[in-house]
């Protein structure tokens, strides 16, 4: 099961306390999935703060940070050893039924994919962090999700890895 009830709280109530690193190593989990896309391991890892996706060269981390400001850029790009990374995030404000519809299509979207990891945070169903990765020809992508009903704020994350 790709899907898990979590009972710990989650860190991060808020999009603007999340932060985006390349640097932070791996932290404590909440559930790990080892998935296989192609010939490259990938590990999506829930935290009790948003996310980390580690895979070849990167171990991408958005997260609530002890002692880093929160802020995640629109884009970052870096060259590591062979491969071209591609990140992209945005902080949609959804109003009405729209917050609970766009929920309830992440969810639908990460269940039963062999290649996602969803938690749903106690508290409110709508409490969501879902990974999913994609394959790609000339590597592999990921979208993440981290929902927060309190302020109707989804924050999506599209990053990019290509062999060069």
């Known amino acids: 099961m790709n899907g898990i009830s979590l009972t710990t709280p ?12 390349l640097e932070q190593g791996p932290l404590d989990a909440l559930a790990v999935r080892e998935v296989s896309v192609g010939t490259t391991a990938v590990q999506l890892r829930l ?16 997260a609530c940070l002890p002692d880093v400001a929160g802020g995640l850029p629109g884009s970052a790009a870096r060259e590591f050893d062979g491969w071209s990374y591609r990140f992209g995030a945005r902080v ?14 992440i969810l639908d979207r990460s269940h039963g994919d062999p290649a996602a990891l969803y938690g749903v945070f106690p508290g409110s169903p709508e409490a ?3 990974l999913c990765v994609e394959r790609r020809a000339s590597g592999l992508s ?9 302020s109707r704020q989804i924050v999506a994350t599209h990053t990019r890895l290509e062999a060069r």
């Open 10 to 21: 989650y860190l991060d109530t808020d999009a603007d306390q999340l932060s985006f690193s």
């Open 92 to 105: 949609e404000r959804l109003d009405g039924d729209r917050f609970g519809e766009r929920v309830a299509w």
């Open 142 to 150: 990921w979208r993440t999700w981290h929902t927060y009903p309190q």
């Open 128 to 130: 969501v962090t879902a």
């Open 47 to 62: 935290l009790g703060a948003s996310h980390q996706v580690l895979t070849g060269p990167v171990c991408e981390t958005v």
